[in-house]
Protein backbone atom coordinates (compact mmCIF):
# COMPACT_ATOMS: atom_id res chain seq x y z
CA UNK A 1 0.00 0.00 0.00
CA UNK A 2 1.43 3.42 -0.65
CA UNK A 3 1.44 5.47 2.01
CA UNK A 4 3.76 9.32 2.92
CA UNK A 5 5.04 10.80 5.79
CA UNK A 6 5.54 14.22 6.37
CA UNK A 7 8.28 14.99 8.78
CA UNK A 8 7.08 18.38 10.26
CA UNK A 9 3.74 19.67 10.65
CA UNK A 10 4.73 23.22 10.93
CA UNK A 11 8.34 25.46 9.40
CA UNK A 12 8.79 28.31 9.86
CA UNK A 13 11.53 30.36 7.75
CA UNK A 14 12.41 34.21 6.95
CA UNK A 15 11.35 35.96 3.99
CA UNK A 16 14.37 35.42 1.42
CA UNK A 17 15.69 32.43 3.10
CA UNK A 18 15.41 28.67 1.91
CA UNK A 19 12.40 26.39 2.29
CA UNK A 20 12.58 22.72 3.03
CA UNK A 21 9.37 20.63 3.80
CA UNK A 22 10.22 17.21 3.73
CA UNK A 23 8.47 13.77 2.75
CA UNK A 24 9.02 10.31 2.43
CA UNK A 25 7.08 7.70 0.88
CA UNK A 26 5.99 4.29 0.73
CA UNK A 27 5.31 2.03 -2.69
CA UNK A 28 5.20 -1.38 -3.53
CA UNK A 29 6.04 0.23 -7.59
CA UNK A 30 7.55 3.16 -8.82
CA UNK A 31 5.46 6.09 -7.53
CA UNK A 32 3.61 8.79 -8.74
CA UNK A 33 4.22 11.41 -6.29
CA UNK A 34 3.02 15.44 -6.00
CA UNK A 35 2.95 18.14 -4.05
CA UNK A 36 -0.10 20.34 -3.42
CA UNK A 37 -0.63 23.85 -1.83
CA UNK A 38 -3.54 25.27 -0.27
CA UNK A 39 -3.94 28.50 0.64
CA UNK A 40 -6.51 29.38 3.64
CA UNK A 41 -9.86 29.47 1.81
CA UNK A 42 -8.96 28.45 -1.06
CA UNK A 43 -8.65 25.03 -3.05
CA UNK A 44 -5.95 22.76 -3.78
CA UNK A 45 -3.08 24.03 -5.98
CA UNK A 46 -0.61 21.00 -7.90
CA UNK A 47 2.58 22.48 -6.99
CA UNK A 48 4.66 19.76 -8.91
CA UNK A 49 4.54 16.08 -9.73
CA UNK A 50 6.84 13.48 -10.46
CA UNK A 51 6.10 10.35 -12.98
CA UNK A 52 9.19 8.16 -13.60
CA UNK A 53 10.87 11.27 -15.75
CA UNK A 54 13.56 12.79 -14.11
CA UNK A 55 14.41 12.81 -10.56
CA UNK A 56 14.46 16.73 -10.03
CA UNK A 57 11.26 18.46 -10.91
CA UNK A 58 10.31 21.63 -11.48
CA UNK A 59 7.21 23.30 -9.97
CA UNK A 60 5.02 26.41 -10.37
CA UNK A 61 6.35 29.79 -7.90
CA UNK A 62 9.96 28.85 -7.81
CA UNK A 63 9.70 25.58 -6.07
CA UNK A 64 11.39 22.12 -6.73
CA UNK A 65 11.42 18.39 -5.60
CA UNK A 66 14.19 15.59 -6.10
CA UNK A 67 12.55 11.96 -6.22
CA UNK A 68 15.26 9.82 -4.34
CA UNK A 69 14.63 6.36 -4.51
CA UNK A 70 17.44 5.19 -2.01
CA UNK A 71 16.03 7.04 0.53
CA UNK A 72 12.43 7.24 -0.33
CA UNK A 73 11.98 10.89 -0.15
CA UNK A 74 10.59 13.16 -2.34
CA UNK A 75 11.66 16.97 -0.40
CA UNK A 76 10.07 19.97 -1.29
CA UNK A 77 12.63 22.92 -1.49
CA UNK A 78 12.42 26.79 -2.68
CA UNK A 79 15.84 28.97 -2.70
CA UNK A 80 13.98 32.17 -1.82
CA UNK A 81 10.44 32.53 0.57
CA UNK A 82 7.93 35.06 -0.08
CA UNK A 83 5.67 36.10 2.09
CA UNK A 84 2.90 34.74 -0.39
CA UNK A 85 4.77 31.06 0.24
CA UNK A 86 2.57 30.66 3.55
CA UNK A 87 0.13 27.71 3.50
CA UNK A 88 -0.24 24.68 4.11
CA UNK A 89 1.82 21.97 1.77
CA UNK A 90 0.44 18.59 0.97
CA UNK A 91 2.94 15.66 -0.14
CA UNK A 92 0.87 13.33 -2.23
CA UNK A 93 1.27 9.73 -3.32
CA UNK A 94 -1.02 7.86 -6.23
CA UNK A 95 -2.11 4.83 -6.55
CA UNK A 96 -1.86 4.59 -10.46
CA UNK A 97 1.33 3.88 -11.57
CA UNK A 98 3.27 3.67 -15.25
CA UNK A 99 1.31 0.08 -16.48
CA UNK A 100 -1.38 -0.33 -13.39
CA UNK A 101 -4.71 0.46 -14.38
CA UNK A 102 -5.86 1.81 -10.84
CA UNK A 103 -8.12 4.44 -10.04
CA UNK A 104 -5.82 6.86 -9.28
CA UNK A 105 -6.90 7.80 -5.87
CA UNK A 106 -4.36 9.95 -4.17
CA UNK A 107 -3.30 9.55 -0.67
CA UNK A 108 -2.33 12.18 1.23
CA UNK A 109 0.13 13.07 3.72
CA UNK A 110 -0.99 15.29 7.56
CA UNK A 111 0.61 18.59 6.20
CA UNK A 112 3.20 20.98 6.97
CA UNK A 113 2.02 24.80 7.48
CA UNK A 114 4.76 26.95 6.41
CA UNK A 115 5.37 30.37 7.99
CA UNK A 116 7.19 33.40 6.86
CA UNK A 117 8.30 35.76 8.63
CA UNK A 118 9.45 39.55 7.36
CA UNK B 1 -11.53 25.92 -19.01
CA UNK B 2 -13.38 26.89 -15.77
CA UNK B 3 -12.46 24.59 -13.61
CA UNK B 4 -14.26 22.26 -10.81
CA UNK B 5 -16.85 24.29 -9.69
CA UNK B 6 -18.54 22.64 -6.31
CA UNK B 7 -21.76 24.06 -4.72
CA UNK B 8 -22.66 25.13 -2.31
CA UNK B 9 -19.37 26.31 -0.65
CA UNK B 10 -21.25 26.03 2.51
CA UNK B 11 -23.89 24.06 4.21
CA UNK B 12 -24.75 24.51 7.63
CA UNK B 13 -27.56 21.89 9.18
CA UNK B 14 -28.84 20.21 12.06
CA UNK B 15 -28.12 16.60 13.45
CA UNK B 16 -30.36 14.38 11.47
CA UNK B 17 -31.25 16.42 8.57
CA UNK B 18 -30.06 15.44 4.82
CA UNK B 19 -27.97 17.34 2.70
CA UNK B 20 -26.67 16.70 -0.88
CA UNK B 21 -23.49 18.59 -2.51
CA UNK B 22 -22.75 18.88 -6.53
CA UNK B 23 -19.67 18.99 -8.39
CA UNK B 24 -18.90 19.89 -11.93
CA UNK B 25 -15.69 18.77 -13.16
CA UNK B 26 -13.61 20.14 -15.79
CA UNK B 27 -15.80 19.19 -18.70
CA UNK B 28 -13.56 16.72 -20.79
CA UNK B 29 -12.12 15.00 -17.43
CA UNK B 30 -13.79 11.51 -17.27
CA UNK B 31 -12.63 10.58 -13.86
CA UNK B 32 -14.18 12.28 -10.79
CA UNK B 33 -13.14 12.06 -7.26
CA UNK B 34 -14.40 12.83 -3.78
CA UNK B 35 -12.72 13.04 -1.14
CA UNK B 36 -13.22 14.58 2.60
CA UNK B 37 -10.77 16.98 4.82
CA UNK B 38 -11.13 17.43 8.35
CA UNK B 39 -9.44 20.33 10.23
CA UNK B 40 -5.31 19.85 10.33
CA UNK B 41 -6.04 16.72 8.53
CA UNK B 42 -5.02 15.88 4.44
CA UNK B 43 -7.85 15.38 2.49
CA UNK B 44 -9.46 11.67 2.74
CA UNK B 45 -10.48 9.60 -0.56
CA UNK B 46 -14.16 8.95 -0.17
CA UNK B 47 -14.95 7.63 -3.63
CA UNK B 48 -14.45 8.32 -7.48
CA UNK B 49 -16.71 7.52 -11.08
CA UNK B 50 -14.71 7.20 -14.23
CA UNK B 51 -17.83 8.24 -16.31
CA UNK B 52 -20.65 6.90 -14.98
CA UNK B 53 -19.49 4.19 -13.27
CA UNK B 54 -18.54 4.51 -9.52
CA UNK B 55 -15.14 2.27 -9.19
CA UNK B 56 -14.36 2.65 -5.88
CA UNK B 57 -15.68 3.45 -2.44
CA UNK B 58 -13.28 3.95 0.55
CA UNK B 59 -14.30 1.95 3.60
CA UNK B 60 -14.56 5.62 5.13
CA UNK B 61 -18.07 6.01 3.54
CA UNK B 62 -20.96 4.55 5.47
CA UNK B 63 -24.32 3.67 4.37
CA UNK B 64 -25.40 7.10 5.02
CA UNK B 65 -23.34 8.67 2.39
CA UNK B 66 -24.24 7.97 -1.78
CA UNK B 67 -22.87 9.74 -5.12
CA UNK B 68 -23.89 9.50 -8.04
CA UNK B 69 -22.74 10.92 -11.62
CA UNK B 70 -25.60 9.58 -13.55
CA UNK B 71 -24.51 11.10 -17.28
CA UNK B 72 -20.98 11.06 -16.61
CA UNK B 73 -20.97 14.99 -16.26
CA UNK B 74 -21.06 16.35 -12.82
CA UNK B 75 -21.94 14.39 -9.76
CA UNK B 76 -24.10 14.47 -6.40
CA UNK B 77 -22.54 13.65 -2.76
CA UNK B 78 -25.35 12.91 -0.85
CA UNK B 79 -25.34 12.13 3.37
CA UNK B 80 -28.30 11.11 5.13
CA UNK B 81 -29.24 11.74 9.08
CA UNK B 82 -25.99 13.69 9.30
CA UNK B 83 -23.95 13.73 12.23
CA UNK B 84 -21.67 15.95 13.74
CA UNK B 85 -18.45 13.51 12.91
CA UNK B 86 -19.72 14.36 9.29
CA UNK B 87 -18.83 17.86 9.75
CA UNK B 88 -15.82 18.60 6.92
CA UNK B 89 -14.87 20.03 4.05
CA UNK B 90 -15.77 17.88 1.11
CA UNK B 91 -13.43 18.37 -2.12
CA UNK B 92 -14.04 17.20 -5.62
CA UNK B 93 -11.38 16.74 -8.15
CA UNK B 94 -11.16 15.43 -11.40
CA UNK B 95 -9.05 14.15 -14.07
CA UNK B 96 -8.05 12.59 -17.41
CA UNK B 97 -7.57 8.45 -17.35
CA UNK B 98 -4.19 8.56 -18.83
CA UNK B 99 -3.20 11.60 -16.19
CA UNK B 100 -2.65 11.44 -12.46
CA UNK B 101 -3.31 14.75 -12.03
CA UNK B 102 -6.30 15.59 -10.56
CA UNK B 103 -8.00 19.14 -10.12
CA UNK B 104 -9.41 20.24 -7.14
CA UNK B 105 -12.48 21.99 -6.77
CA UNK B 106 -12.67 24.95 -3.72
CA UNK B 107 -15.03 22.59 -1.64
CA UNK B 108 -18.10 22.59 0.42
CA UNK B 109 -17.91 22.75 4.07
CA UNK B 110 -20.44 21.58 6.11
CA UNK B 111 -20.65 22.44 9.84
CA UNK B 112 -23.67 19.87 11.38
CA UNK B 113 -25.02 21.55 14.74
Redesign the interface.
Known amino acids: AQSVTQLDSHVSVSEGTPVLLRCNYSSSYSP?L?W?VQHPN?????LL?Y?SAATLVKGINGFEAEFKKSETSFHLTKPSAHMSDAAEY?C?V?D?AEGYNQ?????????TELSVKP | DTGVSQDPRHKITKRGQNVTFRCDPISEHNRLYWYRQTLGQGPEFLTYFQNEAQLEKSRLLSDRFSAERPKGSFSTLEIQRTEQGDSAMYLCASSLETSGEQFFGPGTRLTVL
Open positions: SFYKGLQLKTFVSQGGKLIFGQG
